[in-house]
T-cell receptor, first 115, second 109 residues
Framework: AQSVAQPEDQVNVAEGNPLTVKCTYS??????LFWYVQYPNRGLQFLLK??????LVKGSYGFEAEFNKSQTSFHLKKPSALVSDSALYFC?????????????FGAGTRLAVHP | GAGVSQSPSNKVTEKGKDVELRCDPI?????LYWYRQSLGQGLEFLIY????????KSGLPSDRFSAERTGGSVSTLTIQRTQQEDSAVYLC???????FGPGTRLTVL
């Protein structure tokens, strides 16, 4: 069965510092991995995805994520955090590249960026 | 989210009442998903429609939950005899990147 783990409930980082939000996954076949962000009282927004190709994926708002097959991880990163990045971040996995299987989500990590 | 609208945005109901939540994938995707986000938790898959195929209902938590999609477009999620544990944000989404609608926040008193 597919599963996603986000081991940190909350990540705190100072503005201007690099940030990492961790995600590990488990799938029986090839993983198709996603990150979403949810701002307060807002809907879920797609950030980036890994389907195939380069292990480093660049997405919206300066975020990037690195796919590591040996460690079954897909950590979200940003070189310099902004206060406006404070939000809830979800990692998700799907086992089908065509986009028609359901996503399995992690429990979410709350990112707090302090001035 | 791009191409998906939901209504109502907020719904407050009394325990035991039935509610209907609506999703309109404006972009006309053939596939549509419903998810539920309970307070402080991640997203839980509920049901998936793909064209004329039988829907994947494997995520529906009880037989009080049902959904239909008429004409391959608008979908309605119905919860009968609502319970307080049904309180959550109900989201629908389209395939691929799965653009999510803004959600309906359901509160069962």
């Amino acid at each position: 069965a597919q599963s996603v783990a986000q081991p940190e409930d909350q990540v705190n980082v100072a503005e201007g510092n690099p940030l990492t939000v961790k995600c590990t996954y488990s799938v029986s076949g090839n993983p198709y991995l996603f990150w979403y962000v949810q701002y307060p009282n807002r809907g879920l927004q797609f950030l980036l995805k890994y389907i195939t190709g380069d292990n480093l994926v660049k997405g919206s708002y300066g975020f990037e994520a690195e796919f590591n097959k040996s460690q079954t991880s897909f950590h979200l990163k940003k070189p310099s955090a902004l206060v406006s990045d404070s939000a809830l971040y979800f990692c998700a996995v799907r086992d089908d590249p065509g986009g028609y299987n359901k996503l399995i989500f992690g429990a979410g990590t709350r990112l707090a960026v302090h001035p | 989210g791009a191409g998906v609208s939901q209504s109502p945005s907020n719904k407050v109901t009394e325990k035991g009442k039935d509610v209907e939540l609506r999703c309109d994938p404006i972009s006309g995707h053939t596939a549509l998903y419903w998810y539920r986000q309970s307070l402080g938790q991640g997203l839980e898959f509920l049901i998936y429609f793909q064209g004329n195929s039988a829907p994947d209902k494997s995520g529906l938590p009880s037989d009080r939950f049902s959904a239909e999609r008429t004409g391959g477009s608008v979908s309605t999620l119905t919860i009968q005899r609502t319970q307080q544990e049904d309180s959550a944000v109900y989201l629908c989404a389209t395939p691929n990147e799965q653009f999510f609608g803004p959600g309906t926040r359901l509160t069962v008193l």
